[in-house]
């Protein structure tokens, strides 16, 4: 099962997202590897990665082709959380958009390298970056789902139609058996008319298709990455380990209910 968590709008808690999903996974004993596909390296930051200390990253195997699955394990590192493995990224990446643009099939080039190793993993998470170039395109291609995280203000809604527009061109060019998961509101804030209000905008265009869960404004989610470590693993009396744990839960139900 492979999952890319992604909106073009910086900021809006993809890596967050990525990391803890990832992490609430591994915790309840699926082999989860977690890819970073953004050159600010966020999600491998996030869980305990130097990515200024990295000997290869993904962008690596994107550059080089290598679909040779020995080559794949190589730059796959094992976290210190228990089943979470990542392929992480670091600054190298911000050339990819670039180096990319000119191979032959650029749009397929992950997806290419997770059919040599998705057998290894129950679920693969990919953290995409801010905007609707080849790498989160690869990243597209290569998912069965995508999940979309949505932070309450007044330019996302906008966003979300550029987004959602963007997944009906790729299903219907590129990968037509993506299926949008669902939608996640983070950063919400019960108190502010905006969360209130991007909330029910979004449940009316997307329906069902909303998480039950919304992921509360907590400052002890920066904090943990801060620290390099996934809130599901760090403080468990906070709200951002309570809503990740059961946004957690929501995603492997409606991912088995879809099976
Ligand atoms: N629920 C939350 N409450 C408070 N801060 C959050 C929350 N979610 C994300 N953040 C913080 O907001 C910033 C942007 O989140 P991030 O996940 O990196 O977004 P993106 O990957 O979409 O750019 C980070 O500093 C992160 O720690
Ligand atoms: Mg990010």
């Known amino acids: 099962m492979i999952i890319s968590i992604f909106n073009q709008k910086g900021g809006c808690g993809k890596s967050t997202t990525a990391i803890n999903l990832a992490a609430y996974l591994a915790k309840h004993g699926k082999k989860t590897l977690l890819i970073d596909m953004d050159s600010q390296a966020n999600s491998t930051v996030g869980v305990g990665i130097d990515d200024e200390e990295l000997t290869s990253s993904v962008y690596d195997l994107l550059n080089n082709q290598e679909f040779d699955r020995e080559n794949i394990l190589k730059v796959i590192i094992e976290t210190d959380y228990p089943k979470l493995h990542i392929i992480p990224s670091d600054i190298n990446l911000a050339n990819a958009e670039i180096t990319l643009s000119s191979l032959m099939s650029r749009e397929t080039i992950l997806k290419r390298i997770l059919e040599q190793i998705k057998d290894i993993y129950q679920y693969i998470i ?48 590129l990968n037509p058996s993506l299926e949008i998961l669902g939608v ?18 979004l449940i009316n265009s997307f329906g069902e298709k909303v998480f039950n869960t919304v992921i509360r404004i907590d400052s002890k989610i920066e904090y943990s990455q801060d620290n390099g470590k996934p809130i599901i693993s760090f403080y468990e009396k906070c709200h951002g380990f309570e809503d990740y744990t059961a946004f957690g839960g929501e995603v492997v139900k409606w991912v088995t209910q879809k099976i």
């Open 184 to 201: 996640l509101i983070t950063k919400f804030n019960g108190r502010k008319t905006i969360s209130k209000d991007i909330k029910e905008t």
């Open 126 to 173: 990919i953290d995409c970056p801010p905007s609707l170039g080849l790498l989160s395109v690869n990243s597209l291609v290569a998912s069965d789902y995508l999940i979309i995280p949505v932070d309450p203000s007044y330019f996302s809604m906008k966003g979300i139609k550029n987004l959602v527009s963007s997944f009906a061109s790729i299903k219907a060019n």
